[in-house]
């Protein structure tokens, strides 16, 4: 895998991020469906990578403050599990708004990476058996892959089990 430099500067805050912290990375554009019921899934099928291996960033809110769950597409937040893994007591699924407010990206292209601020993260262990992920880029019709521990490092995150199904 090749270093991806965002060009002449520009690019996504992630791509940007990726770059800057010296990680290898590959960026894999693709058509995205506005109509898709999972944002997640119609990137994994138009880019032909398994369900398990690309990776949704979700927000939640952990006794009221924004946390990031990154799981894969295949499966679905556990709340109970992000909530005990961020350290808190309760869990529930951040209003859209605050989450494109808080990260600067928009619903379907929210980025665990070069987010606006940072945010508490917390990665699906089953990150870790996997030699490259694939997460949003920080736009539509863009994913970054990249190593596991490269995604854990930029974004300061924690690994449990968080997804369920």
Known sequence: MSTAKAKGGKGTPATIAAAKAGV?????????DPNADSYGEAAADALGVPHDRLFKTLLAEVDGNLTVGVVPVSSTLDLKALAAAAGGKK??????????????????????LG??????????????GL????????????QIELVPADLVRL?????????RG
């Open 24 to 32: 290898d990375f590959t960026l894999h554009a693709y058509e995205a």
């Open 155 to 163: 974004t300061g995150a924690r690994v449990g089990a968080i997804a």
């Open 115 to 128: 987010q606006r601020r940072r945010l508490p993260t917390v990665i699906d262990a089953s990150v870790s």
């Open 91 to 112: 869990a529930r699924m951040a209003d859209p708004r605050d989450a494109e407010r808080a990260t600067g990206y928009v619903v379907g292209g929210i980025s665990p």
């Open 131 to 142: 030699a490259t992920v694939y997460v949003s880029a920080g736009r539509r019709g863009l």
